[in-house]
């Protein structure tokens, strides 16, 4: 029976979510929470090795139903082996990514079928579902402006801008289909602008 709390955290590149992990852990920890903090594609052995595959650009090209199905089998791998457990001994789990990312990578930006999407969601994740998703909101040139000095892009940073026009506005779409889970902060201005935001929907959890 799950008794912690699932956290996800989610948006484009550059939109700050590495940058705002480490204040919502210390946030938590300082109201005796005890977090664990992972990640997708990953969080797992056998996770990160599906990461490996997806994001090296020694891969390749890849068929788009390819891609959405090692996100699936990763993100099945996190649940059983590492989320559910958590959760099951009372931590909170934070996730740097999960589903929503499927849903705007390969939904949004890849244009795979909808419906396919929520087929695997269904299968991997019955009802399971995080208690909240922080979606931090950039508009596309902000972010990658953020990230250019990082240099080498990995496979699907590749992308061209439209495929991330595209992922962003698949992440606004699903904020307004589910509003009680999603919370969209705006992370467009300064880090403590958008620390500000995430304080405040952290408390109503
Ligand atoms: N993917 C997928 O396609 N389908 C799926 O189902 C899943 C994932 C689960 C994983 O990348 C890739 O997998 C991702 C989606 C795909 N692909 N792409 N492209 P990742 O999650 O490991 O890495 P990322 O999302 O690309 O992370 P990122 O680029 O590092 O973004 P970030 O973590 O949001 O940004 P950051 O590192 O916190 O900040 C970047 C810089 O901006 C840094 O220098 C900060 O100091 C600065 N920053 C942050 N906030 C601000 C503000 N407010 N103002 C100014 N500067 C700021």
Not at 15 to 30: P, V, W
Not at 42 to 47: A, D, E, H, P, Q
Not at 74 to 94: F, S
Not at 162 to 190: G, N
């Amino acid at each position: 029976m799950k008794k912690g709390k699932f956290i996800t955290i989610d948006g484009v590149e550059g939109a700050g979510k590495s940058t705002q992990i480490d204040f919502i852990c210390e946030y938590l920890k300082a109201k005796g929470i005890q977090v664990v903090l992972t990640r997708e594609p990953g969080g797992t052995k056998v996770g990160e090795k599906i990461r490996e595959l997806l994001l090296s650009n020694s891969t390749g090209d890849m068929h788009a139903d390819t891609e959405l199905m090692l996100m699936f089998a990763a993100r099945n791998e996190h649940i059983q082996n590492k989320i559910m457990p958590a959760l099951e001994q009372g931590d909170w789990v934070l996730s740097d990514r999960f589903t929503d990312s499927s849903y705007a990578y390969q939904g949004g930006g890849r244009g795979l079928d909808i419906n396919r999407i929520s087929q695997l969601e269904s299968w991997v994740m019955q009802d399971f579902t995080p208690d909240m998703t922080l979606l931090l909101d950039v508009p596309v040139e902000i972010g990658m402006s953020r990230v250019e000095s990082r240099g080498k892009k990995d496979r699907i940073e590749m992308e061209k801008m439209d495929f991330f026009d595209r992922v962003r506005q698949a992440y606004i779409a699903r904020s307004k289909e589910f509003p009680d889970r999603i919370k969209l902060i705006d992370s467009s201005k300064t880090i403590e602008h958008t620390t500000e935001q995430i304080a405040t929907v952290l408390d109503t959890l």
